[in-house]
């Protein structure tokens, strides 16, 4: 599992058929300080009702097609939580 915030939405009016009904979210990547990691933002599936600037925890591959309910739609990343509060000790980035 990784950390992300949410930082947008997609609309797509065309889509795979699985995939109707599904919200998909554009997610960044976070490190346990909060801050963006140099990667690409990846497009998510929303699986728990997350929104914009919400931080969440969520899954890449396998693991989240197994997310979905639908398992035959073609997922690759799937928001699987909402982050309440974080706390970490004796970190160091």
Known sequence: MEMGIVVGRVTATRKDENLVGTKLLITQAIGLDG???????????????AGIGEKVFFVKGSM????????????????????DSLECRNFKG
């Open 64 to 83: 989240a097609s197994r997310a979905v309910r639908n398992k035959d739609a073609p997922v690759d990343a799937a928001i699987v939580g909402i982050i």
């Open 35 to 49: 801050a963006p990691l140099d990667s690409q933002p990846v497009i998510t599936v929303d699986t728990v009702g």
